[in-house]
């Protein structure tokens, strides 16, 4: 699970938190970007190129398994900015992005495509995206898609006397099994509705156009079971560890780091919700070749196979698992025989319903 996505919805609520906070002239100076040094100018002759990402364990990762060996195998410096969305769509509205390629949620890049912030894509420099047989769902004119995070339940394999929840139904349920529920507040990620109509009996591909009232009627059942509503990667597998929760909604990729610590935890995967990380070139970028060129080496099968070995992301490519040892392969939400458990949250939807559904939750959380 990338850090990107960590308090990413404090900042940013519907399709128009972005125009908002663009429209402010102070937020171009935010952030933590490092200052660009020009390299070349749009067709290329420059040998850097500058990528937002957002830094941390995911952004070390990134550094290792795919900015230096690109480097190595192109002269191509990579020079990495950490910036949140508001302040880098501020600057590339003024004409000046401080990045050229811009590694974010596919949700994020659709929203600054409403913004006129990216640039269309020529597929044909992207070799990799057939190549690598990138999914036809994640390639879109302005964005291309190179892993994803699962959004799953982990329990603790300690708590219900050898039994295993096998569904949503079973999370929701808190008399079969007992104990307290944690799951994700929006500052954290998209509320979950799409569980509590899992629970309710919705079939998995009949969950969109999402029945809003429907999904509240459940939550609001398990309300008084919930202890925590977290809003970081890390709560989940704090409360786990300290038995404040049986169960808890949690991003895949945490999982291996508790069971490393010793703390009994285990996933189920049934019901998987999957959220897409991808690139896109920022409108305006000054080093557009080298752009395309770390785009298209980042989406190589070996690549992203090379990423995931470094951080729990699960390529998007379906020829990087065969690149991976068994064991690296069944550790991750996007191995084969897990794939089909999950389904894609619909960006579309929650684009036009996002801040509603985000203005109910938060009522509803106050009781």
């Known amino acids: 699970m990338s850090d990107a996505v960590i308090g990413r919805r404090a900042l940013l609520r519907g399709a128009g938190g972005l125009a908002a906070l663009a429209a402010l002239p102070s937020l171009a100076a935010c952030g933590t970007g490092t200052s660009r040094s020009v390299g070349g100018g749009g067709n290329g002759g420059g040998k850097t190129v500058v990528v937002r990402d957002s830094g941390g364990s995911y952004g070390a990762a990134l550094q290792k398994a795919i900015y230096t060996p690109f480097t190595q195998e192109t002269g191509i410096q990579v020079k990495v900015l950490n910036l949140d969305d508001a302040p880098l769509l501020a600057q590339i509205k003024q004409g000046r992005p401080q990045c050229d390629l811009i590694n974010n949620s596919m949700m994020s890049h659709t929203k600054y495509l409403k913004q006129d912030a990216l640039e269309a894509l020529d597929l044909e420099r992207v070799k990799s995206v057939?190549?690598?047989?990138?999914?036809?769902?994640?390639?879109?004119?302005?964005?291309?898609?190179?892993?994803?995070?699962?959004?799953?339940?982990?329990?603790?394999t300690d708590a219900f006397g050898g039994r295993k929840p096998e569904s949503w139904a079973d999370f929701f349920d808190t008399k079969a099994f007992k104990g307290a529920r944690a799951m994700v507040h929006p500052d954290g990620d998209l509320p979950e509705l799409e569980f509590a109509l899992l629970a309710d009996g919705v079939p998995m591909d009949k969950l969109y156009p999402l029945d809003v009232d429907r999904a509240f009627k459940v939550l609001t059942r398990l309300r008084s079971n919930i202890k925590k509503f977290w809003d970081s990667g890390p709560l989940p597998g704090v409360l786990l560890s300290r038995e404040e929760v049986t169960m808890s909604t949690v991003w895949d990729g945490r999982i291996a780091d508790l069971q490393k610590q010793g703390v009994p935890v285990e996933r189920q995967l049934n019901g998987m919700r999957r959220q897409f990380q991808g690139y896109a070139i920022a409108k305006g970028a000054a080093n557009v070749d080298n752009a395309y060129?770390?785009?298209d080496f980042s989406l190589r099968a070996e690549s992203q196979a090379n990423l995931a070995k470094a951080f729990p992301s699960n390529p998007s490519s379906p020829l990087a698992y065969e690149k991976l040892t068994e064991a690296e392969r069944n550790a991750l939400a996007g191995a084969p025989q897990y794939y089909d458990k999950g389904f894609d949250a619909d960006v579309d939807w929650w684009l036009k319903n996002e801040a509603a559904v985000t203005k109910r939750w938060l009522e509803w959380a106050r009781g």
């Open 293 to 295: 060129q770390l785009m």
């Open 130 to 156: 057939k190549s690598a047989k990138i999914p036809e769902n994640q390639i879109t004119d302005h964005a291309i898609g190179s892993s994803f995070y699962g959004q799953c339940i982990a329990y603790r």
